[in-house]
């Protein structure tokens, strides 16, 4: 596809979402003299901190969402967030606006079942076997044959949200509230998976460019809970055959995606358990169309973090090289307690080792479990870097402020 942005340079930007990734999206798009529109439900979210200007739209509301966009008229449009009203999107595209990567692949990407249809029954790409449901009757139906344990997720949702583990008949109904009470929008469906063991869960990112070949970065590793990241680690010792199957499948569906931009393609490396990595098979898992939360790490483990790679793509930039700078890690800052202002403690102490940062989001409010912050550190080995990124980490305490 030719670059639409090759006589328009520097650009207007508008991210829809202003959380903690696209402040660093805003960021970036300002060091290149860029003007940046932030836009979420609620005043003084991450990106609007460091933008030009800050929009609080509803951000399911299509007519509220088309208006902004047409208030401002921006070059690219790049979406942060899977909550929002995609449909709209495919109409600002026939207007001549520029959505990130492509509305078609907003809208795809941010419904479980259309990503997985796609990559596999239209690709014919590896995944976890899998069923849908409607129902609690047609989950207890759709699981048995895939075996227990199982995964239920709704088709909608962000961040883990109504994701469980379901290890036997008895824990349907339970599933089955769970992700009704986690979904996003009004939908009913959700998707039953086959549990996969798996040694290691990888993020791909991966570069789509208007013009130019694909590119990769080094693999990231990382571990989930409540299906959210915890912590992440790059480079990711991946064997030489399962890198080149994961970036041949990362290719095959972001080019049937279209448009340019950083996607997070995310992989199970299967097999059993202490294999050699060349030994495990490769398992597509899903797919973000924007820069990805365990890529948080590049901030330390690349010369050219996500967020950069992301803009130069959307903006038709050149990206020379990917190089690794070394072992580097990631790991969150959680919440504790619920709190309506917060202060952070520890601080100075999180800061003491060589090679490691702390940021964080300016969240303005906190609840149990949400992503706060997050430290990064660089290390001789990977060990290492993990193991200074966690420490840092623990450090920290979230607090209601006085």
């Known amino acids: 596809m030719p670059n639409p942005h090759a006589k328009s340079f520097p650009a207007t930007v508008m991210l829809l979402g202003s959380g903690e990734l696209g402040k660093e999206v805003a960021i970036a798009a300002q060091r290149l003299g860029c003007r940046v529109i932030a836009v979420d439900r609620y005043a003084g979210a991450p990106a609007m901190q460091v933008a030009d200007v800050g929009e609080v739209v509803a951000m399911g509301d299509p007519e509220a969402l088309k208006a902004v966009v047409r208030q401002h008229r921006p070059d690219v449009v790049i979406p ?17 606006i520029t959505v990130i990567p492509t509305a078609r692949a907003t809208a795809v990407t941010m419904n479980r079942d259309r990503i997985r249809d796609l990559a596999a029954q239209e690709l014919g790409i590896r995944t976890a076997r899998f069923a849908y449901a409607e129902s609690g009757a047609e989950l207890a139906a759709a699981a048995a044959p895939l075996g227990w344990p199982v995964v239920v997720k709704p088709v909608m949702s962000s ?9 036997g008949p008895e824990g349907i109904a339970a599933a089955w509230d769970a992700a009704m009470a986690g979904a996003r929008g009004e939908g009913t469906r959700v998707i039953v ?59 095959a569906v972001t080019s049937n995606l279209g448009g340019a931009g950083l996607f997070g393609v995310e992989f199970f490396l299967c097999g059993p358990p202490g294999g050699h990595p060349d030994g495990l098979e490769v398992v597509f898992s899903e797919l973000s169309p924007r820069p990805h939360d365990t890529g948080l790490v590049t901030l330390m483990g690349q010369n050219l973090s996500e967020f950069d790679l992301h803009l130069r793509a959307v903006l038709g930039l050149p990206i020379p090289a990917i190089r690794s700078l070394g072992p580097a890690a990631s790991r969150v800052i959680l ?52 193991r200074k990124a966690e420490t840092a980490a623990a450090q920290i305490q979230v607090k209601a402020q006085a």
């Open 80 to 96: 942060e967030i899977e909550a929002l009203a995609v449909d709209a999107l495919a109409e600002l595209e026939s207007e001549g």
């Open 193 to 251: 998976e086959e549990f996969l063991p798996f040694e290691l869960e990888i993020t791909l990112l991966t570069v789509k460019q208007w013009e130019g070949e694909t590119l990769f970065c080094p693999p990231i590793g990382h571990i989930q809970e409540r299906g959210d990241y915890q912590c992440s680690w790059q480079p990711a010792a991946v064997g030489a055959r399962q890198l080149a199957t994961a970036q041949a499948m990362a290719k």
């Open 159 to 167: 961040s883990g949200k109504g994701q469980s583990v379901v290890k």
């Open 335 to 386: 919440a504790t307690e619920t709190a309506e202002t917060v202060v952070f403690e520890g601080v100075a102490a999180a800061l003491r080792e060589p090679d490691t940062e702390v940021m964080l989001f300016g969240k303005p409010d906190a609840r149990p479990h949400r992503r706060m912050g997050v430290a990064l550190a660089q290390g001789a080995t990977e060990a290492e870097a993990r």
